[in-house]
Each structure stands twice: as C-alpha cells, then as structure tokens.
C-alpha cells in the first residue's frame, strides 16, 4: 500500500509564496518521477512540473521562473516553491509519483495524492 500526502495548500495574495510539500509512503521499491499537477474549476488537470529521480526537471511555461520543484529522495518527499502567484494559479494541486513496489515481483505505476487547494486572491 503506497500513500501520497499532500500539505501546505492555502489562500494567499497576488505576489505572495506558498511551498507545498509531498511525502510517499508505504511498501516502496523506488520512486522514478515525481511531480505536480493543478486542476482550475471547469478546465483539465494539467502539468505544473515534474523532477525525476537524477534531478532532471521540466516546468509547464506559464509557471517557469516563479516555481521551483525538488525533491528529497531520501525521505521520499517532493517540494514546489511558488513564488509570485497569480489568481490564475488557484487550482487544486496534486502530486503525482511512478512508484515501484515489491521485491522478488515488481509493479510500477503512477500514485496520486488527494489534492490541496491553493488560492490566489486578494
């Protein structure tokens, strides 16, 4: 059983910061990428950004220069600093890790998190 634990969602003001954190656990083999999706009310979920295991990271256009993602492989846990948010960020953020279970037989697939509201607004 693998969980996927969201926090540091909120409301905050156009321009301000807020980190939301990730941590996976559960019986875990290795956890290949891991990254962040939002989902606005009436639109499709969509890629913010993804960091796989080496720290190779890709960021959707309408993020680049104000996001950051990381992650902490030994403590299983991804990060996304959001600096300068707009009102158009306000989405619903979940994470998103391809996780390998089991030993002696394997199984990968991609685990997701129950998602944490972030909202931009004065």
């Known amino acids: 059983q693998v969980q996927l634990v969201e926090s540091g969602g909120g409301l905050v003001q156009p321009g301000g910061s807020l980190r939301l954190s990730c941590a996976a656990s559960?019986?875990?083999?290795?956890?290949?990428?891991m990254g962040w999706y939002r989902q606005a009310p009436g639109k499709q979920r969509e890629l913010v950004a993804v960091?796989?295991?080496?720290?190779?990271?890709n960021y959707a256009d309408s993020v680049k220069g104000r996001f950051t993602i990381s992650r902490d492989n030994a403590k299983n846990t991804v990060i996304l600093q959001m600096n300068s948010l707009k009102p158009e960020d306000t989405a619903v953020y979940y994470c998103?890790?391809?996780?390998?279970?089991?030993?002696?037989?394997?199984?990968?697939?991609?685990?997701w998190g129950q998602g944490t509201q972030v909202t931009v607004s004065s």
């Open positions: 998103n890790a391809h996780i390998t279970t089991g030993q002696t037989i394997q199984f990968s697939r991609d685990y």
């Open positions: 960091i796989t295991s080496s720290g190779s990271t």
């Open positions: 559960g019986s875990i083999f290795s956890i290949n990428a």
